[in-house]
């Protein structure tokens, strides 16, 4: 079976840094886009960020300069190192992949950015 877990979530406060993980399995993970989304009560689900297999990345501009996505095929396993948090930032952020029309999403772990 195919899981992507993410972890890593909790409260900070704002202007403060936490990296989130998504270990994969059940998948060839080196082949496969990865995304992070995050979603917060009564919004629209948003892609925050995606790195493709070559390690290209792309940021929404909300994010742009505060976050960074990378990934590490070696252990299947994708990150979201977020810096400078806001409370605008607070979400539930899941973990994507997808390849050739396949995709799969994480259970999502919750981010809350509160002083």
């Known amino acids: 079976q195919v899981q992507l877990v993410e972890s890593g979530g909790g409260l900070v406060q704002p202007g403060g840094s936490l990296k989130l993980s998504c270990a994969a399995s059940?998948?060839?993970?080196?082949?496969?886009?990865m995304h992070w989304y995050r979603q917060a009560p009564g919004n629209q689900r948003e892609l925050v960020a995606k790195?493709?297999?070559?390690?290209?990345?792309s940021y929404a501009d909300s994010v742009k300069g505060r976050f960074t996505i990378s990934r590490d095929d070696a252990k299947d396993t994708l990150y979201l190192h977020m810096n400078s948090l806001n409370p605008e930032d607070t979400a539930v952020y899941y973990c994507?992949?997808?390849?050739?029309?396949?995709?799969?999403w994480g259970q999502g772990t919750q981010v809350r950015v509160s002083s």
């Open positions: 994507y992949s997808t390849w050739r029309g396949f995709t799969y």
């Open positions: 059940g998948i060839f993970f080196k082949f496969y886009e």
């Open positions: 790195i493709t297999t070559n390690g290209t990345t």
